[in-house]
């Protein structure tokens, strides 16, 4: 887990993130968080060239706009209005002020989520149409409760991450040449 200070620094300002392909690991730089969220939100993941017509979107990245709501939320929700950062203030300052207002511990753990949280917007996920080389699965079904099912791939694979996962029997598998092995096995 990262320290305070360094949760703070990659969400008010550029840092170096690792990126990890074929094994080998480079560093980049890369924007404040609250930036990259800036920018999250303001995507619109249905336009581009050759749409085709129109598609029914919302003008912004829902997910993202909640995940800013949550950090602005909790900002007013832990502070009283005596240690708030001026309303006019930048949401980075706004957070660093609250940072050093409450306990350590609940600043990192908040924090630490919500850097994952942005993080995992970029996250690219592909199911996988091949069954479980661990539990021979393909498929999973996920209940809901008027009674229906949702039935999914079992194998998910992350790309960023370079990790597959079943969704079935829970076995990962990391690096993209034990998942090629493993997927390579089952054929």
Partial sequence: MLSLDSLLHEFTNDHLTP???????????????????????????????????????????????????????QIRYDLPATQQAPKNATLADKLTNWARHVDTDYATTKLTGWRDAIKALDETIVPLRVPCPSCGETWVSTPFEDGSLRIDEALRFRINAETAECAACKTTWHGIDNVRTALIATT
Avoid: M, V
Wanted: with cysteine.
């Fill in 19 to 73: 990126h990890t392909w074929h094994g080998t690991t480079t560093y980049t730089r890369a924007l404040p968080l609250l930036q990259q969220l800036e920018h999250a939100i303001t995507e619109r993941p249905n336009t581009g060239p050759g749409g085709g017509g129109f598609k029914p979107t919302s003008p912004c990245n829902d997910h993202a706009l909640l995940i800013k709501a949550a950090i602005e939320h």
